[in-house]
């Protein structure tokens, strides 16, 4: 795997899309130039529970260049079929868009309005005037009783008992020489990409084109076919850049519907594109999470109970719940176990998956928790997390396939100079600047589900090769074109693939850090399987040579699959060590990362130069979670008072350290994939936000168990 020589697995490549992104080519969702095309605006609720009494379109209607004006008076009723794809919750359904007068959260679509121009549908949009009989909303997940999901996602996607125990966790807890018992609160985020939501529909007759922001391609046509109730291969889905997404493309969103909806009422394309301000209502989040984690260890370190119960919001139309406690069962050794997920319902829209899902945001409340032990013991945080390394998964009972924890903490701690670390709080300085050194683990999931992908030879001696997948930035584009030049033994430059359309190959959610394990390994054998044909065809063993002879195209589509039975004798996971500097002015409050060094065991590495820059972004993402990041709801009314970038704050380039370090700990694992690869968009932010809140603690001596960091809670 790893150590066979290749030419272009392993290599530097620069994006192949990258010319087309600076020079403005790349052509997005709201961008497709559509003939006879209107725009559409959308009017939303200013209620979070109740019933519209009400809606007066006649200014709307009379206003220049309005087409139509959609409400659940005049809207075509729609089928709504049945339709859950594995980013959907399992449980519940979704909001049916202008098809009663019914409310369920703030900024809810409660009409539709089409003209000929953006500026005129807007307009008219604020001459549409609704009337509610509002109920009482829950909307304070602090004055809401959690209760027991239906069921929860594992960290693979499967669903798990939402309560999980080993040994006696309340028994060894209460009998442990050192305990530390403590809440962790993590606000809701919202999903900031550069690129908003957009979608452009056109039908002809009863097949329907979407240029649409999606990280999946394929369920957006399943999605859109069930509620209007035609065949999905009468949708075709088109998708070839997206400008960021961290989850919120992952499933298909109202206004996608809406903007169906208007085509198919006027006979024209139409074109929807959210605001900033409709980012926080139309398209999911991060959940507001509250975590208590107790932790039990022996004198010596040993740990000897972990309790890790945490509950997160939902809407009241759908159950949403993530792999909150996964890590915890199995990232430290601990024979006495016990972990609870609930959910706490509330009158807001569903949120969704947010990089690194449920581990981010566990690891967070579990990492900070383990500081505090380790400062109770005095002992080093290292060293406590060496002395509880698992031997294997102790919640599955399988070995890892591979694990390089040791290595990870290892590698970074070297690299960052922690031996050098004066473990006082307050001890540290530079000038006035109290500075702190703090850590954390990070694990993430390997996910390997089935893939096709198709491979074509051409006379010329050049390649094309699809899958319907997405690249939302990691570099999808470039990583499978290496994949397919190496296995096909053509220069990268003579190999185009091609992806984000439903008439290609079918390829699963672009997201979970499953891209390059599930689409690479379809690539990979697709190329193999047309290779050899072409090679056997022509009894030669140069493959420009053979095509020359063959003088036509052959080509080859393969569906590959992960081995069920690799899953049944391994825990397979990428694992990390994140450690962090930061600087805290002891006056006013403020924190700046001066430098983060992180190591990741996450197998193969198809290009370390898009691999370093997923672990940026992430490391990024992590200062934005730890610092900055709040979004803040209106408990009145369920409003997002901050919708907007001037006042939900995002890290910017003055806020990235000078030094962002990332080491990959060689690691061969031939039971993942056939590619031997983990995936590292996730895990790069896994661990980041307990590293930096505890260097805080480090700096400061004061310990913030509720994000985000901000001045006023240091001073």
């Known amino acids: 795997m790893s150590t066979e020589t290749t030419q272009f697995i392993g290599q530097p490549v620069s994006r192949v899309d990258g010319p087309l992104k600076v020079t403005g080519r790349a052509t997005y969702s709201a961008e497709f130039q559509q003939s006879n095309l209107a725009h559409a605006a959308t009017v939303r609720s200013t209620i979070a529970s109740g019933r519209i009494t009400s809606v007066d379109t006649t200014a709307a209607l009379r206003a220049p260049g309005v087409v139509a004006v959609l409400t659940h008076k005049n809207t075509p009723r729609l089928p709504y079929k049945p339709h859950k794809g594995a980013t959907d919750p399992a449980v519940g359904e979704r909001v049916h868009v202008l098809q009663d007068d019914k409310v369920n959260h703030q900024g809810q679509p ?28 829950a909307t304070d997940v602090a004055r809401v009783e959690p209760v027991m999901p239906t069921q929860q996602k594992s960290d693979q996607g499967a669903g798990t008992p939402p309560e999980v125990q080993r040994g006696d966790a309340q028994r060894a807890l209460a009998e442990a020489a050192v305990k530390v018992d403590q809440t962790y609160v993590i606000p809701r985020e919202n999903h900031n990409p550069i690129e908003m939501h957009a979608t452009i529909a056109a039908w002809e007759g009863d097949k329907l084109t979407l240029w649409d922001k999606t990280q999946w391609v394929e369920n957006t046509a399943e999605e859109i076919a069930a509620v209007f109730g035609i065949k999905a291969a009468n949708v075709r889905v088109i998708s070839p850049f997206v400008g960021g997404a961290f989850g919120s493309g992952l499933r298909c969103w109202p206004h996608v519907t809406l903007a169906a909806l208007g085509a198919k009422v006027t006979g024209r394309p139409v074109k929807l594109m959210l605001t900033r301000r409709e980012m926080y209502y139309g398209v999911g989040y991060r959940p507001h999470t509250v975590q208590r984690v ?65 581990e981010v945001s566990g690891t967070f409340a579990l990492e900070c928790a383990m500081d505090e032990v380790a400062v109770a013991l005095k002992m080093d945080p290292v060293a406590l997390r060496l002395l509880n390394e698992p031997k294997q998964d102790e919640f599955a009972k399988l070995p890892f396939s591979s694990r390089s924890t040791r290595e990870a903490y290892r590698l970074a701690g070297e690299r960052f100079g922690w031996s050098q670390r004066n473990p006082t709080p307050r001890s540290m300085r530079d000038g ?64 185009k693939f091609m992806l984000g359309d439903t008439k290609l190959p079918k390829a ?39 095509m020359r002879r063959l003088q036509r195209p052959i080509e080859a589509t393969v569906t590959t699959s992960p081995d069920k039975g690799a899953s049944e004798r391994y825990s397979m996971h990428a694992f990390g060590a994140v450690f962090v500097e930061v600087a805290v002015d002891p006056d006013l409050g403020e924190t700046r990362v001066r430098r983060i060094v992180g190591a990741y065991g996450a197998g193969r590495v198809v290009n370390p130069k898009l691999a370093r820059s997923q672990c940026i972004g992430g490391m990024i993402g992590g200062i934005g979670m730890a610092l900055m990041e709040h979004t803040i709801v209106d408990p009145r009314n369920g409003r997002v008072t901050n919708a907007n970038f001037a006042e939900y704050a995002v890290p910017v380039h003055a806020d990235a350290p000078p030094l962002m370090d990332v080491i990959f700990v060689p690691e061969e694992d031939v039971h993942v994939n056939p ?27 004061k310990r913030l168990r509720e994000l985000p960091a901000t001045p006023d809670k240091l001073l």
């Open 110 to 137: 409660v009409a539709l309005v089409v003209a000929h121009t953006l500026e005129q549908a807007q307009h008219a949009a604020t001459l549409v005037r609704v009337a509610y009989a509002a109920d009482v909303a």
């Open 294 to 358: 107790a932790v039990g260890a022996s004198s010596d370190g040993r740990l000897e109970a972990i309790l890790h119960d945490g509950y997160q919001e939902t809407s009241t139309y759908e159950e949403f719940s993530e792999a909150l406690l996964n890590a915890t069962r199995f990232l430290h050794s601990c024979p006495n176990v016990y972990t609870r997920g609930r959910i706490a319902r509330l009158n807001v829209h569903t949120p969704t998956y947010m990089r690194a899902p449920g």
């Open 432 to 495: 006035r600047w109290l500075i702190g050194w703090g850590m954390a683990a990070a694990t993430y999931p390997m996910n390997y589900v089935p893939a096709t992908a198709r491979a074509r030879l051409l006379p010329d001696g050049t390649a094309e090769v699809s899958s319907a997948t997405s690249d939302m930035g990691p570099g999808t584009w470039t990583s499978m074109t290496q994949v397919a030049a190496e296995t096909l033994g053509l220069p990268v430059e003579r190999v």
């Open 508 to 546: 699963p959610v672009h997201g979970g850090s499953m891209t390059m394990a599930s689409v690479g390994s379809a690539v990979q054998a697709a190329c193999r399987k047309v290779r050899d044909d072409a090679l056997k065809h022509t009894q030669t063993s140069d493959i420009a040579d053979a």
């Open 675 to 701: 590619l031997g690869v983990k995936g590292l968009g996730e895990i790069a932010m896994v661990g980041v936000a307990p590293a930096i809140v505890n260097a805080i603690y480090h700096a400061t001596g």
